[in-house]
């Protein structure tokens, strides 16, 4: 063992710092007044609706990720660090607890992380849906510009075509009636 008892001491101050902000960062987490890591989560899911009906939701926990729950807190830490009489198997216990906290960590990270991935899937395909939607109906509303010019030029042309016709029928009579005359 090289460090001494002051170098021992200050690791001990070190670690109990770091157990303590683990503790804070659990007291002060928080989402819209609701406390995210301190365990009230662990056994409520929370619902988070993606989609217009009533079964179109995301459902997830939260484990509890403080010092205490992850046994960070109980283990001690800074006392085995400090106390330079401590055995080899001590320290190996401690090593294992750390080690256990950072998996149940890494754990809650991991199912965060698939529910996340979940989430952003859910909103690429809600914007897919939307941008489609919005084709749909700017195809209904919009209107083809050179089919209704077309039409219009062709109606045009067909009501001057009987305007031109009903001024010669009415010329007809008019010519028969000046011969008769």
């Known amino acids: 063992d090289t ?4 170098d021992r001491e200050k690791i001990a101050e070190e670690l109990n710092q770091l157990s303590q902000e683990i503790t804070d960062i ?3 987490t928080e989402f819209n007044t609701k406390k995210l890591l301190n365990g009230s989560l662990a056994s409520a899911s929370v619902y988070l609706q993606v989609g217009a009906n009533e079964g ?3 459902e997830f926990t939260i484990g509890t990720m403080s010092a205490e ?3 960070v807190a109980s283990a001690n830490i800074g006392s085995i660090v400090a106390n330079s009489t401590s055995t080899g198997a001590a320290i190996s216990s401690l090593v294992e607890t ?3 906290a950072i998996e149940k960590v890494s754990s809650e990270r991991a199912k965060l992380g698939a529910v996340q991935n979940r989430l952003e899937h859910t909103i690429k395909n809600l914007d897919v849906a939307a941008e489609n939607l919005q084709a749909s109906e700017s195809r209904i509303r919009d209107t083809d510009m050179a089919q209704e010019m077309m039409n219009f ?3 045009n042309i067909l009501q001057q075509a009987a305007t031109a016709m009903l001024a010669q029928a009415n010329q007809a009579p ?3 009636l000046q011969l008769l005359r």
Do not use: E
């Open 3 to 6: 460090y001494t008892k002051s």
């Open 26 to 28: 659990t007291t002060k």
């Open 56 to 58: 179109q939701k995301i």
């Open 69 to 71: 729950a992850l046994t």
């Open 98 to 100: 750390v080690n256990t």
């Open 153 to 155: 030029t062709r109606t």
């Open 174 to 176: 008019r010519g028969v």
